[in-house]
């Protein structure tokens, strides 16, 4: 059973004070994401992550589709038990402390309070906040309340963990830290579906993930997947001191170093290349195909979509 | 009570505890009831007169203030924070949030009220020394007033689940304004004739109507108050907040929380 279906889910709000007019946020959104799975959801800032977070969570409505979260109608509040969830740049009640937010949240969880008591100390422990548990959360960092967000979501040991931006406003230990927490709850069987436009984070931690832009699914899958579908490049690297004048020809960019010169090629020139280099007595060490980072990957399918737009208008 | 209800209820309750405006205004109830027995000396024998009436109207009146400024922003606050969306997105259904908030608010003006009266009471006793059986009906004049903070939380509430604090204030406010004259808007739509009539009639009655609530001249005066008002007021005032209640669920039940 999937973790989260998102059946045609969109979103288009009313813009304007006199003159409403519609502004689509969300286009229909079709996502499955299996139990157990980290899943990153990433697109730049106002592509349409969070409001998809916040149709999962109920927070606004949706224009159509519907979704199931862990098989059932994501509205039913039962669901809301096995969930847990971190908003962007969180604000929590600043007249209570650390300790008494975490309290009270866990009560609306339903959990008993022997449970709590124990569940709180737990996750101030795992965020590295219980000696400041008893400060009101006023006389917090930016940094602090994130960590506390992190500590609500995980409270009541939920099934999926929804964090919108989880690495937002921390320092690199911190952001070091959240990755080791995602990494120990995807241990734990967790399902972690987290927003982010940090694709370094993405690409460590995550075992999908999918690009949003402008509110339209733009691509889904894992990182390897994606990032080898569309780059069509190989390395291929031979033995020898100088250069052969028929390889200069093809215009290729080669790098002697040592006894070895590198070539980067596209893939469909590599049978020509091999043919060329066996012509010249070349002796071929390896041809191995080049991965792009997930964020060429990401920079290259974002400028596609701009292109495609720019030439529908 | 429904167990989400009453933490959300305790919570709203904690922080307006925890608020120093809402200390200031009981500080400044406290000051006026102070004044209530100055006043009180200067005015020879109607001491006790002037301390009820000044007394219970300073409770009503920072009461009614109290409720206001609490109320207006307990929802649009929230969402204005976004502390809302961790609390919504758990098994907390959004009716539940609406009520949990309206006891809460309940709940801190009974506690100010009771705190409010205390002071009334003290001064009482100490410009006439001794209690007698009428003052007994003090108590029926602060169940009014509870009974008007009751309907005004929820008319807060109302206009805070689809308004901003400012226009929520101004909104409260007039409809308090009006409601205190609601009696007078009665007998002048019954002078008119035609549309004006209607229209008087149908403001009359759909404003709340507060100065039913408002026996404190005459409790000041030892004149009883009849049972059948009590129970009337008491109906009227819990069918009002009921529906001023229900009108903010029914809006919030649908809003988006951008």
Known sequence: ?313 | MNSRISHIASNTFREAVRDRVLYNLIAFALLLSGAAILVGKISIAIEKLVVINLGLTAVSLFGVVIAIFIGIGLVSKEIEKRTLYTVLSRPVRRWEFIVGKFFGLAGTLAVNTFFMALGVFLALFYVSHTFVRADALIFVALYFIILEFLIICALALLFSSFSSPLLSAVFAFSLFVVGSFAEDLRNFAAMTHGITRWLATGTAYLVPNFSAFNVITSIAHEQPVAGQLIFHNTLYAFFYALMALSGAVLIFEYRDLK
């Not at chain 1, 279906?5 to 299996?34: D, H, N």
């Not at chain 1, 780059?231 to 080669?254: D, H």
């Open chain 1, 1 to 313: 059973m999937p973790a989260i279906e998102i059946l045609g889910l969109e979103k288009t709000y009313s813009v304007g004070f006199w003159r409403k007019r519609p502004k689509r946020a969300l286009y229909p959104l079709q996502l499955t994401v299996e139990e157990g799975e980290v899943f990153g959801f990433l697109g730049p800032n106002g592509a349409g992550k969070t409001t998809t977070l916040k149709l999962l969570m109920g927070l606004v409505f949706p224009t159509a589709g519907s979704a199931r979260i862990l098989g059932q109608e994501w509205t039913d509040p039962a669901v809301k038990a096995q969930i847990g969830f971190l908003p962007e740049q969180p604000y929590f009640y600043d007249y209570l402390t650390a300790h008494e937010l975490l309290n009270y949240y866990g009560q609306l969880s339903g959990m008993p309070a022997k449970d709590r008591n124990r569940r709180v100390e737990e996750v101030f422990h795992q965020v590295g906040l219980h000696d400041v548990r008893g400060i009101q959360l006023r006389k917090f960092s930016k940094g602090m309340l994130q960590r506390v967000g992190i500590a609500q979501a995980i409270l009541h040991d939920p099934k999926i963990v929804f964090f919108d931006e989880p690495m937002s406003g921390l320092d690199p230990m911190g952001r070091r830290e959240v990755r080791d927490l995602m990494e120990e709850l995807k241990q734990k069987g967790k399902t972690v579906f987290f927003s982010t436009h940090i694709l370094s984070d993405a690409e460590t931690l995550c075992d999908r993930v999918a690009i949003i832009h402008k509110g339209l699914l733009r691509s889904v899958g894992a990182v390897e997947e994606l990032t080898s579908s569309v780059q069509g490049k190989v390395e291929v690297i031979w033995q020898g001191t100088e250069i052969p004048a028929s390889i200069k020809v093809l215009g290729v960019e080669c790098h002697l170093s040592g006894e070895h010169v590198r070539a980067i090629i596209a893939e469909n020139q590599q049978d020509v290349f091999i043919d060329v280099l066996r012509r010249e007595r070349q002796r071929l060490v390896s041809i191995t195909p080049v991965r792009t980072s997930l964020e060429s990957y990401f920079v290259e399918k974002l400028r596609h979509a701009e292109t495609t737009a720019g030439s529908a208008v």
